[in-house]
């Protein structure tokens, strides 16, 4: 087990195959790369108003085997964070994203195999893909938008919640193999294509406004 401290940007960070802790201690740094090797290994970035433009961007975070677990907490920076890969491997992961402010742009999510669980509150989500890969995965995503992207659920009974306050919009949620259930609270829907829905699926919708073509 080891603990490591991430103070500037273009660092790269190897972990051992125990526990390990990485922490971003500049409230993000960019073109961070973190390699957190086996064992059941924690990510905490709480990114501060004051964090350097681009703090969020360039990151590749691979978390591999093991429960691991990521915390963004950055309910005061209002940045865009872009272009990103964070891969949580094997392991029942847990990622928590609670980025009021922050718009995500480019990020590519994997939380690989393993009964993950991601929780994202975010201002906007666009062209990022959220892959859940196989196990029971539990995926939420809250933002006002969530455009041009897509939400991969994979095999396993998976749950997908997805609050969209404002739109969503040439999006594909594919829900995989398995009994999944879906909750869509969205307030207008364009071009989102629901695919792979099984028997069991459970759609909510709450439309406000015209929800066409909305595509099974
Ligand atoms: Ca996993
Ligand atoms: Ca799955």
């Given amino acids: ?25 500049s409230g993000g740094a960019p073109n961070v790369v973190v390699n957190a090797l086996a064992g059941n290994d924690s990510v905490y ?26 915390l963004l907490s950055a309910d005061s920076w209002t940045g865009p964070a872009t272009s990103s890969t964070i891969r949580a491997g094997a392991g029942g992961d847990s990622l928590t994203l609670n980025a009021d402010f922050v718009q995500l742009s480019g990020y590519q999510v994997f939380l690989g195999d393993g009964s993950d669980s991601l929780a994202a509150t975010l201002s906007a989500v666009q062209t990022t893909t959220f ?21 991969l659920l994979g095999s ?17 949620f594919e829900l995989g193999g398995g009994s999944d259930n879906g909750n869509f609270d969205v307030a207008y829907a364009s071009a989102v294509t629901i695919r792979e829905v099984r028997v069991t699926i459970k759609l909510l919708f709450r439309v406000e406004q015209m929800l066409l073509p909305l595509s099974f």
Avoid: H, K, P
């Avoid at 970035?45 to 990521?70: C, V």
């Avoid at 809250?142 to 939400?151: F, L, P, R």
């Avoid at 396993?156 to 594909?172: K, P």
């Fill in 1 to 25: 087990m080891a603990n490591y401290n991430i103070n500037s940007g273009n660092l790269t960070s190897l972990g051992t195959d125990g526990a390990d802790n990485f922490y971003f201690r």
């Fill in 45 to 70: 970035i709480q990114s501060a108003q004051s964090a350097e433009e681009g703090a969020l961007d360039g990151l590749f975070l691979s978390l591999q085997g093991g429960a691991d677990s990521l």
């Fill in 131 to 151: 892959n859940a890969g196989s196990g029971a995965d539990t995926v939420t995503i809250t933002a006002e938008s969530v455009e041009s992207g897509a939400a």
């Fill in 156 to 172: 396993g009974a998976d749950q997908l919640n997805l609050v969209a306050s404002v739109r969503s919009q040439s999006q594909l």
